[in-house]
């Protein structure tokens, strides 16, 4: 039995990530329903509602889920898989707070109104035609300027926490033990890890707060999302800032032991996501590993597949069914790499793929 201090010190780190996460759910379940609101039903007044595929919601099942996740995010926690998250460490700033929901909910409705219009091509200019591919020029989710500026990569991290009320980084750390497990007979020092699409860095961040001797290299198609993966990187030293699109990153062959992507293969079409897994493939050391961290699919979850049906009506998503319906391990298969192990953590699933030895 651990000793009375220690047990009393565990009880008292535990009451404090419970606190944290009821109020973080609370403050983003609060600015989901605002935005529900302003979204209203998947089909306008007069329209004929969708024909559906899948069954009913299993609701009782999403509740028990979305515990089961911050459950296992704790007992990671608890058993030293990796700290503490640094948004539960610190209080919150209440005029950072006010600004980002200012933003987030005068926001929301310019996303509604792109959902009623169908407006989904802001981004396409000539002048960006000459700087990146044709499907990344899109508001994915009808979001104000697509994946383009500054005030988009400032704002996407609490849209991504609304749309999962509070739930999203909590999903997310699922892919942190896998991190572990593919460092445990390497030299950490010496290891190096890329993030595919690295976005607004907060994986990465992630992976520095546990592992601060990882050689790191962030790549994303955005210098906007770039910029702002810098920021939260700021106390890492040595971490290497790529802009290339993941199908062409222009890096060395078998250069890294571990290789992550988070939410990006749902983005992406059908051509580019075996472009992309060809270069994992080449970007790997031999008996390195791939972490994909992205969205269930369906049937992983029988009584949520039609929340996975519904939700490309709902936002842009225009590659997101047929990514439901990919065969991961044959995807990943046909670039050499094997399926090793996998976990679903509520909407999101975690699956390794390893480049044999």
């Known amino acids: 039995?651990?000793?009375?201090?220690?047990?009393?010190?565990?009880?008292?780190?535990?009451?404090?990530?419970?606190?944290?996460?009821?109020?973080?759910?609370?403050w983003y379940t609060g600015h989901y329903a605002y935005g529900r609101r302003l979204m209203g039903p998947l089909t306008d007044p007069g329209e004929a509602p969708y024909a559906e595929e899948f069954g009913p919601l299993d609701r009782e099942r999403l509740k028990t889920a979305f515990r089961e996740v911050f459950q296992r995010d704790w007992k990671n926690i608890e058993a030293g898989i990796y700290k503490m998250p640094a948004e539960l460490r610190r209080a919150p700033s209440p005029s950072r707070l006010w600004r980002t929901s200012r933003d987030y909910l005068l926001d929301a409705r310019k996303v509604a109104q792109r959902k009623y219009t169908r407006a989904h091509s802001e981004v396409l200019t000539d002048a960006a035609r000459d700087k990146y591919p044709r499907y990344y020029l899109q508001n994915f989710h009808y979001q104000t300027d697509g994946w383009l500026t500054d005030a988009s990569a400032a704002r996407?991290?609490?849209?991504?926490?609304?749309?999962?009320?509070?739930?999203?980084?909590?999903?997310?750390?699922?892919?942190?033990?896998f991190v572990r497990d593919a460092l445990a007979e390497r030299d950490a020092g010496a290891a190096s890890l890329l993030d595919l699409g690295c976005g607004g860095g907060?994986?990465?961040?992630?992976?520095?707060d546990n592992w601060p001797m990882l050689n790191l290299t962030a790549l994303d198609l955005s210098p906007a999302y770039l910029g702002r993966?810098?920021?939260?990187?700021?106390?890492?030293?040595?971490?290497?800032?790529?802009?290339?699109?993941?199908?062409?990153?222009?890096?060395?062959?078998?250069?890294?032991?571990i290789i992550t992507s988070v939410y990006l293969f749902h983005e992406l079409p059908p051509k580019v996501r075996a472009e992309v897994s060809a270069e994992i493939a080449r970007l790997l050391k031999p008996g390195g590993v791939y972490i994909h961290t992205d969205t269930i699919q369906f049937g992983d979850e029988p009584g949520f597949?039609?929340?996975?049906?519904?939700?490309?009506?709902?936002?842009?998503?225009?590659?997101y069914d047929s990514y439901c319906r990919t065969d991961l391990p044959a995807l990943f298969g046909e670039a050499g790499l094997e399926k090793t192990q996998e976990t679903l953590a509520f909407l999101t699933k975690v699956t390794a793929f390893q480049k044999p030895a």
């Not at 700021?234 to 890294?256: M, W």
């Open 1 to 26: 039995m651990a000793p009375l201090n220690v047990m009393i010190a565990n009880s008292a780190k535990r009451a404090a990530y419970s606190a944290g996460q009821a109020a973080r759910v609370l």
């Open 156 to 177: 996407y991290d609490m849209q991504v926490e609304t749309l999962f009320t509070g739930s999203a980084a909590a999903m997310r750390r699922q892919a942190l033990p």
């Open 202 to 208: 907060g994986f990465l961040a992630d992976i520095h």
């Open 229 to 257: 993966a810098r920021a939260a990187l700021g106390g890492a030293r040595d971490v290497n800032f790529v802009q290339q699109p993941a199908e062409k990153t222009g890096l060395a062959d078998a250069s890294f032991d």
């Open 305 to 319: 597949d039609i929340l996975l049906e519904n939700f490309p009506r709902g936002f842009h998503e225009p590659y």
